[in-house]
Protein backbone atom coordinates (compact mmCIF):
# COMPACT_ATOMS: atom_id res chain seq x y z
CA UNK A 1 0.00 0.00 0.00
CA UNK A 2 1.38 3.64 -1.10
CA UNK A 3 1.80 6.68 1.41
CA UNK A 4 -1.38 7.91 -0.75
CA UNK A 5 -3.90 4.75 -0.43
CA UNK A 6 -2.81 5.11 3.75
CA UNK A 7 -3.83 8.58 3.81
CA UNK A 8 -6.73 7.40 2.45
CA UNK A 9 -7.77 5.03 3.98
CA UNK A 10 -7.65 6.93 7.34
CA UNK A 11 -9.78 9.40 5.39
CA UNK A 12 -12.27 6.94 5.36
CA UNK A 13 -12.15 5.19 8.46
CA UNK A 14 -11.81 8.73 10.18
CA UNK A 15 -13.87 10.84 8.29
CA UNK A 16 -11.60 13.26 8.51
CA UNK A 17 -8.71 14.52 6.78
CA UNK A 18 -6.39 18.26 6.90
CA UNK A 19 -3.81 19.12 4.83
CA UNK A 20 -1.63 22.68 5.42
CA UNK A 21 1.22 23.58 4.47
CA UNK A 22 1.29 23.20 0.14
CA UNK A 23 4.72 21.90 -1.47
CA UNK A 24 7.37 24.83 -2.53
CA UNK A 25 5.57 27.54 -0.66
CA UNK A 26 2.98 27.62 -2.92
CA UNK A 27 0.07 28.14 -0.46
CA UNK A 28 -0.64 31.94 0.45
CA UNK A 29 -1.54 33.22 3.56
CA UNK A 30 -5.34 33.69 2.10
CA UNK A 31 -5.11 29.94 1.47
CA UNK A 32 -3.77 28.77 4.69
CA UNK A 33 -6.94 30.58 6.21
CA UNK A 34 -9.52 28.50 4.13
CA UNK A 35 -11.25 25.76 5.06
CA UNK A 36 -13.16 23.09 3.00
CA UNK A 37 -15.32 20.39 3.66
CA UNK A 38 -16.16 17.58 1.65
CA UNK A 39 -19.20 15.29 2.79
CA UNK A 40 -19.52 12.24 0.61
CA UNK A 41 -21.67 9.09 0.72
CA UNK A 42 -18.97 6.94 -0.04
CA UNK A 43 -18.15 4.45 2.25
CA UNK A 44 -14.59 2.76 3.37
CA UNK A 45 -15.65 -0.58 2.44
CA UNK A 46 -15.08 0.50 -1.32
CA UNK A 47 -12.10 1.05 -2.96
CA UNK A 48 -13.62 3.56 -5.53
CA UNK A 49 -13.50 6.30 -2.62
CA UNK A 50 -9.93 5.72 -1.52
CA UNK A 51 -9.30 6.95 -4.67
CA UNK A 52 -11.76 10.34 -4.35
CA UNK A 53 -9.71 11.38 -1.04
CA UNK A 54 -6.68 10.65 -2.67
CA UNK A 55 -7.54 13.17 -5.31
CA UNK A 56 -8.68 15.48 -2.17
CA UNK A 57 -5.29 15.46 0.08
CA UNK A 58 -3.26 15.85 -2.83
CA UNK A 59 -5.27 18.79 -4.30
CA UNK A 60 -5.02 20.08 -0.63
CA UNK A 61 -1.54 19.36 -0.04
CA UNK A 62 -0.73 20.88 -3.20
CA UNK A 63 -2.47 24.31 -2.81
CA UNK A 64 -1.64 24.72 0.87
CA UNK A 65 -5.73 24.48 2.33
CA UNK A 66 -7.16 22.75 5.04
CA UNK A 67 -9.74 20.01 3.61
CA UNK A 68 -12.11 17.75 5.90
CA UNK A 69 -13.60 14.98 4.60
CA UNK A 70 -16.80 13.31 6.32
CA UNK A 71 -18.51 10.25 4.98
CA UNK A 72 -21.21 7.86 6.65
CA UNK A 73 -19.77 4.47 7.24
CA UNK A 74 -22.91 3.03 5.42
CA UNK A 75 -24.87 4.10 2.69
CA UNK A 76 -27.48 6.35 5.07
CA UNK A 77 -28.77 9.40 3.77
CA UNK A 78 -30.17 10.26 7.47
CA UNK A 79 -26.45 10.16 8.61
CA UNK A 80 -25.19 11.86 5.82
CA UNK A 81 -27.84 15.25 5.80
CA UNK A 82 -26.90 14.86 9.57
CA UNK A 83 -22.76 15.31 8.52
CA UNK A 84 -23.81 18.23 6.02
CA UNK A 85 -26.37 20.04 8.29
CA UNK A 86 -23.25 20.14 10.91
CA UNK A 87 -20.91 21.23 8.48
CA UNK A 88 -23.07 23.34 6.79
CA UNK A 89 -23.38 25.01 11.11
CA UNK A 90 -19.36 25.31 11.41
CA UNK A 91 -19.59 27.98 8.08
CA UNK A 92 -16.72 26.70 6.11
CA UNK A 93 -14.90 28.55 3.48
CA UNK A 94 -16.79 26.20 0.89
CA UNK A 95 -18.78 22.65 0.86
CA UNK A 96 -18.09 19.88 -2.13
CA UNK A 97 -20.85 17.33 -1.70
CA UNK A 98 -22.34 14.41 -3.36
CA UNK A 99 -25.67 14.39 -4.12
CA UNK A 100 -27.06 10.66 -4.44
CA UNK A 101 -30.39 11.81 -2.81
CA UNK A 102 -32.01 15.23 -3.48
CA UNK A 103 -34.61 14.32 -1.96
CA UNK A 104 -32.85 13.41 0.91
CA UNK A 105 -30.04 15.86 1.38
CA UNK A 106 -31.58 19.22 -0.44
CA UNK A 107 -32.37 20.98 2.38
CA UNK A 108 -28.68 20.93 4.34
CA UNK A 109 -27.43 21.82 0.73
CA UNK A 110 -29.87 24.93 0.35
CA UNK A 111 -29.49 25.67 3.55
CA UNK A 112 -25.47 25.92 3.20
CA UNK A 113 -26.69 28.18 -0.33
CA UNK A 114 -28.66 30.69 1.85
CA UNK A 115 -26.07 31.25 4.19
CA UNK A 116 -23.71 32.34 1.18
CA UNK A 117 -21.23 29.14 1.51
CA UNK A 118 -20.51 28.09 -1.74
CA UNK A 119 -20.89 25.25 -2.56
CA UNK A 120 -20.11 22.48 -5.86
CA UNK A 121 -20.96 18.80 -6.23
CA UNK A 122 -19.00 15.91 -7.41
CA UNK A 123 -19.41 12.28 -8.53
CA UNK A 124 -23.27 12.31 -7.97
CA UNK A 125 -25.29 15.43 -8.33
CA UNK A 126 -25.44 15.73 -12.12
CA UNK A 127 -29.76 15.69 -12.04
CA UNK A 128 -30.31 18.33 -9.49
CA UNK A 129 -27.24 20.47 -9.12
CA UNK A 130 -28.09 23.34 -10.89
CA UNK A 131 -32.14 23.54 -8.90
CA UNK A 132 -30.42 23.43 -5.84
CA UNK A 133 -28.00 26.31 -6.30
CA UNK A 134 -24.60 25.23 -6.47
CA UNK A 135 -21.70 26.42 -8.40
CA UNK A 136 -20.93 23.14 -10.45
CA UNK A 137 -20.95 19.78 -10.86
CA UNK A 138 -17.79 17.63 -11.70
CA UNK A 139 -18.01 14.10 -12.86
CA UNK A 140 -19.83 11.90 -15.16
CA UNK A 141 -23.42 11.91 -16.81
CA UNK A 142 -24.84 8.83 -15.57
CA UNK A 143 -27.45 8.36 -17.95
CA UNK A 144 -25.34 8.14 -21.01
CA UNK A 145 -22.63 6.12 -19.38
CA UNK A 146 -25.04 3.58 -18.77
CA UNK A 147 -26.67 3.70 -22.13
CA UNK A 148 -22.53 3.84 -23.55
CA UNK A 149 -22.07 0.13 -21.67
CA UNK A 150 -25.60 -1.24 -22.78
CA UNK A 151 -24.42 -0.11 -26.69
CA UNK A 152 -21.12 -2.36 -26.17
CA UNK A 153 -22.52 -4.98 -24.23
CA UNK A 154 -25.24 -5.11 -27.13
CA UNK A 155 -22.42 -5.34 -29.44
CA UNK A 156 -21.23 -7.90 -27.90
CA UNK A 157 -24.07 -10.06 -28.78
CA UNK A 158 -26.07 -9.57 -25.29
CA UNK A 159 -29.86 -8.85 -25.46
CA UNK A 160 -31.05 -10.40 -22.04
CA UNK A 161 -29.06 -8.46 -19.33
CA UNK A 162 -28.98 -8.23 -15.35
CA UNK A 163 -27.79 -4.89 -14.23
CA UNK A 164 -26.35 -5.61 -10.45
CA UNK A 165 -27.06 -2.44 -8.42
CA UNK A 166 -24.99 -2.60 -5.25
CA UNK A 167 -26.56 0.46 -3.55
CA UNK A 168 -30.29 0.51 -4.25
CA UNK A 169 -31.56 4.35 -3.46
CA UNK A 170 -28.38 6.01 -5.13
CA UNK A 171 -29.97 8.03 -7.89
CA UNK A 172 -26.87 7.99 -10.20
CA UNK A 173 -27.01 4.23 -9.98
CA UNK A 174 -30.62 4.01 -10.98
CA UNK A 175 -29.69 6.65 -13.84
CA UNK A 176 -26.60 3.98 -14.79
CA UNK A 177 -29.56 0.78 -15.18
CA UNK A 178 -31.98 3.34 -17.08
CA UNK A 179 -29.65 4.39 -19.42
CA UNK A 180 -28.38 0.85 -20.07
CA UNK A 181 -32.44 -0.24 -20.30
CA UNK A 182 -32.53 1.97 -22.92
CA UNK A 183 -30.02 0.48 -25.16
CA UNK A 184 -30.86 -2.90 -25.17
CA UNK A 185 -34.32 -2.53 -25.10
CA UNK A 186 -33.53 0.00 -28.70
CA UNK A 187 -32.11 -3.40 -30.02
CA UNK A 188 -34.85 -5.68 -28.61
CA UNK A 189 -33.06 -6.92 -25.74
CA UNK A 190 -34.25 -6.65 -21.93
CA UNK A 191 -33.31 -5.66 -18.69
CA UNK A 192 -33.64 -7.27 -15.11
CA UNK A 193 -32.09 -5.29 -11.80
CA UNK A 194 -30.44 -7.55 -9.48
CA UNK A 195 -30.32 -5.65 -5.91
CA UNK A 196 -26.95 -6.67 -3.93
CA UNK A 197 -25.34 -5.46 -0.22
CA UNK A 198 -22.07 -3.91 -0.71
CA UNK A 199 -21.66 -5.00 2.74
CA UNK A 200 -22.09 -8.54 1.90
CA UNK A 201 -20.31 -9.68 -0.84
CA UNK A 202 -20.88 -13.56 0.06
CA UNK A 203 -24.74 -12.41 -0.59
CA UNK A 204 -24.20 -10.68 -3.26
CA UNK A 205 -22.32 -13.53 -5.12
CA UNK A 206 -25.27 -16.04 -4.19
CA UNK A 207 -27.47 -13.84 -5.26
CA UNK A 208 -25.68 -13.32 -8.80
CA UNK A 209 -25.44 -17.02 -9.06
CA UNK A 210 -29.14 -17.89 -8.27
CA UNK A 211 -30.23 -15.20 -10.88
CA UNK A 212 -27.93 -17.18 -13.28
CA UNK A 213 -29.56 -20.69 -12.09
CA UNK A 214 -33.13 -19.36 -12.20
CA UNK A 215 -34.04 -20.03 -15.41
CA UNK A 216 -34.62 -17.14 -16.95
CA UNK A 217 -32.37 -16.61 -19.79
CA UNK A 218 -29.20 -13.99 -18.64
CA UNK A 219 -26.26 -13.46 -21.97
CA UNK A 220 -25.39 -10.17 -20.54
CA UNK A 221 -24.02 -8.59 -17.42
CA UNK A 222 -23.82 -4.58 -16.14
CA UNK A 223 -22.16 -4.37 -12.55
CA UNK A 224 -22.45 -0.67 -11.26
CA UNK A 225 -18.99 -1.01 -8.90
CA UNK A 226 -16.95 -2.81 -7.65
CA UNK A 227 -19.19 -3.74 -4.81
CA UNK A 228 -21.17 -5.74 -7.53
CA UNK A 229 -18.68 -6.53 -9.70
CA UNK A 230 -16.29 -8.73 -7.87
CA UNK A 231 -18.74 -10.89 -6.25
CA UNK A 232 -20.64 -11.33 -10.06
CA UNK A 233 -16.49 -12.54 -11.24
CA UNK A 234 -16.50 -15.08 -8.81
CA UNK A 235 -20.06 -16.30 -9.32
CA UNK A 236 -19.31 -16.41 -13.11
CA UNK A 237 -15.96 -18.12 -12.50
CA UNK A 238 -17.93 -20.74 -10.00
CA UNK A 239 -21.29 -20.90 -12.56
CA UNK A 240 -18.53 -21.82 -15.45
CA UNK A 241 -19.90 -18.74 -17.11
CA UNK A 242 -16.95 -16.80 -17.34
CA UNK A 243 -15.99 -15.66 -20.81
CA UNK A 244 -19.60 -17.02 -21.77
CA UNK A 245 -21.95 -14.05 -20.77
CA UNK A 246 -21.03 -10.26 -21.42
CA UNK A 247 -19.64 -8.54 -18.50
CA UNK A 248 -18.79 -5.09 -18.36
CA UNK A 249 -18.86 -2.95 -15.20
CA UNK A 250 -18.35 0.64 -13.95
CA UNK A 251 -15.10 1.51 -12.18
CA UNK A 252 -11.88 -0.33 -11.28
CA UNK A 253 -10.24 -2.33 -8.49
CA UNK A 254 -7.46 -4.47 -8.66
CA UNK A 255 -9.75 -7.51 -9.62
CA UNK A 256 -11.58 -6.19 -12.52
CA UNK A 257 -8.57 -4.48 -13.82
CA UNK A 258 -7.18 -7.98 -13.95
CA UNK A 259 -10.57 -9.37 -15.20
CA UNK A 260 -10.27 -6.70 -17.90
CA UNK A 261 -6.89 -7.81 -19.30
CA UNK A 262 -7.18 -11.28 -19.53
CA UNK A 263 -10.38 -10.56 -21.54
CA UNK A 264 -12.88 -12.19 -18.82
CA UNK A 265 -14.51 -8.76 -18.59
CA UNK A 266 -15.20 -6.76 -21.49
CA UNK A 267 -14.47 -3.29 -19.99
CA UNK A 268 -14.40 -1.46 -17.11
CA UNK A 269 -16.49 2.62 -17.59
CA UNK A 270 -13.66 4.41 -15.68
CA UNK A 271 -15.04 7.88 -13.93
CA UNK A 272 -11.98 8.73 -13.16
CA UNK A 273 -12.99 9.21 -9.37
CA UNK A 274 -9.18 10.90 -9.09
CA UNK A 275 -9.88 13.52 -11.19
CA UNK A 276 -13.25 14.20 -9.00
CA UNK A 277 -11.86 14.82 -6.15
CA UNK A 278 -9.30 16.71 -7.06
CA UNK A 279 -10.58 19.07 -8.98
CA UNK A 280 -13.55 19.18 -6.95
CA UNK A 281 -10.74 20.83 -4.25
CA UNK A 282 -8.76 22.89 -6.78
CA UNK A 283 -12.02 24.42 -8.31
CA UNK A 284 -12.94 25.54 -5.13
CA UNK A 285 -10.30 27.19 -4.25
CA UNK A 286 -10.10 29.36 -7.33
CA UNK A 287 -13.57 30.10 -7.40
CA UNK A 288 -12.72 31.31 -3.52
CA UNK A 289 -9.72 33.22 -5.06
CA UNK A 290 -11.38 34.56 -8.35
CA UNK A 291 -15.28 34.20 -7.90
CA UNK A 292 -14.77 32.05 -11.22
CA UNK A 293 -16.12 28.38 -11.64
CA UNK A 294 -14.47 26.43 -14.47
CA UNK A 295 -16.82 24.68 -16.81
CA UNK A 296 -19.45 28.03 -17.82
CA UNK A 297 -22.16 26.55 -16.23
CA UNK A 298 -21.90 23.13 -17.94
CA UNK A 299 -21.32 20.27 -15.94
CA UNK A 300 -17.15 19.50 -15.71
CA UNK A 301 -17.26 16.04 -17.04
CA UNK A 302 -14.56 13.38 -15.91
CA UNK A 303 -15.76 10.45 -17.89
CA UNK A 304 -16.94 7.94 -19.31
CA UNK A 305 -13.55 6.21 -20.02
CA UNK A 306 -13.67 2.37 -21.29
CA UNK A 307 -10.85 0.65 -20.06
CA UNK A 308 -10.37 -2.77 -22.03
CA UNK A 309 -8.31 -5.31 -22.71
CA UNK A 310 -6.11 -3.04 -24.93
CA UNK A 311 -5.60 -0.07 -22.75
CA UNK A 312 -5.36 -2.28 -19.43
CA UNK A 313 -2.15 -2.80 -18.27
CA UNK A 314 -1.52 1.00 -18.62
CA UNK A 315 -4.44 1.64 -16.35
CA UNK A 316 -3.65 -0.62 -14.02
CA UNK A 317 0.15 1.01 -13.32
CA UNK A 318 -1.86 4.08 -12.55
CA UNK A 319 -4.15 2.30 -10.39
CA UNK A 320 -1.39 0.81 -8.49
CA UNK A 321 -0.25 4.93 -7.64
CA UNK A 322 -3.91 5.83 -6.14
CA UNK A 323 -4.60 7.76 -8.96
CA UNK A 324 -7.00 5.49 -11.42
Known sequence: MTGIQRRAAAVAIFGLAAAGCAAGGAGSNERSAMRIVA?????????FWSIVANGIADAAHELGVRVEY?????????????????????????????IPDADALGGAIRAAVAAGIPVLSINSGAESWRELGLLAHIGQTEYESGYAGGERLVAAGARNVLCVNHEVGNLALDERCRGLRDAVEAAGGAVRTLAVDLADPDDAQQRVRNALASGEPVDGILTLGPGGAVPTLHALRAAGQLGRIAFGTFDLDAQILEAVAAGDVLFAIDQQPYLQGYLGIVSMVKYLETGAIAGGGEIIRTGPAFVTRENAASVTELAARGIR
Open 39 to 47: VTHGQSSDP
Open 70 to 98: QAPTSFDMVRMNQLLEAAVASRPSGLVVT
